[in-house]
């Protein structure tokens, strides 16, 4: 299995729900990342899971909280979010080994707009 | 802190070879990637460089020179799926698992 699998694909909430999403992995992958994504824009780091524990948190607003259950999966749980925090969400995952490349593969992406 | 450039937007025509810069000043730096990325789409993984000189993958190269902060993507035998945005992306040396996407260039391959 060398996917990385994302629910849902689309989003629509208003400012004051909450919701998850969700991202999931069966390749051994011992890291685990969020990016978002705005149009015409590259993917910009959001938080990075090693061994799931929390290693990267690129001061993202708290309405943004990440949850690593255990090695496969990643949540990413919402709660007031704003306007501009649509924007194409991707999960990621990669290998942990000093060598190599530790390719990021990334999932399909869960589209988020907020109303 | 992380500063990646790529140039906007090029066209090239079918059949043609197109070289994608990538230019970057960071503060620690673990090896580069290029990512291509259809519209709509999720990144999809071209290609690794980590020490200086030329990888090539079939149709694509790439080229890294670490003293000079410069990286290439040599795209050959242009073809029509070839159009999408290309990202060049660095690993921290710290971090390791922090990699930065550069700004993207959007390629359109025109018959």
């Known amino acids: 299995d060398t996917e990385v699998t994302q629910t849902p694909k689309h989003l629509v909430m208003g400012m004051t729900n909450k919701k998850s999403l969700k991202c999931e992995q069966h390749?051994?992958?011992?890291?685990m990342y969020w990016y978002k994504q705005k149009a015409k824009k590259p993917p910009e780091l959001m938080f990075v899971?090693?061994?799931?524990?929390?290693?990267i948190n690129e001061s993202v607003p708290s309405r943004f909280s990440p949850e690593c259950p255990n090695s496969s999966l990643l949540n990413l749980h919402l709660h007031a979010l704003q306007p501009e925090d649509s924007a194409l969400y991707l999960c990621?995952?990669?290998?942990?080994?000093?060598?190599?490349?530790?390719?990021?593969?990334f999932g399909a992406g869960s589209r988020l707009t907020v109303l | 802190g992380q500063n990646i450039d790529q140039p906007t937007e090029m066209t090239a025509t079918e059949g043609a070879i197109v070289q994608i810069n990538c230019t970057y000043q960071?503060?620690?730096?673990?090896?580069l990637f290029w990512y291509q990325q259809h519209a709509g789409e999720a990144p999809t993984f071209l290609s690794y460089?980590?020490?200086?000189g030329l990888e090539e993958k079939g149709r694509f190269s790439s080229f890294l020179s670490r003293s000079k902060g410069y990286s290439y993507l040599l795209l050959k035998e242009l073809q029509m799926k070839d159009s999408a945005s290309y990202l060049c992306a660095v690993r921290d040396d710290k971090g390791y698992q922090k990699v930065t996407f550069g700004t993207g260039t959007k390629l359109q391959v025109i018959p």
């Open positions: 899971y090693s061994y799931e524990k929390l290693s």
């Open positions: 460089n980590v020490l200086d």
């Open positions: 390749m051994g992958h011992r890291a």
């Open positions: 960071t503060s620690g730096f673990n090896g």
């Open positions: 990621a995952s990669s290998g942990t080994g000093k060598e190599g490349a530790n390719v990021l593969t």
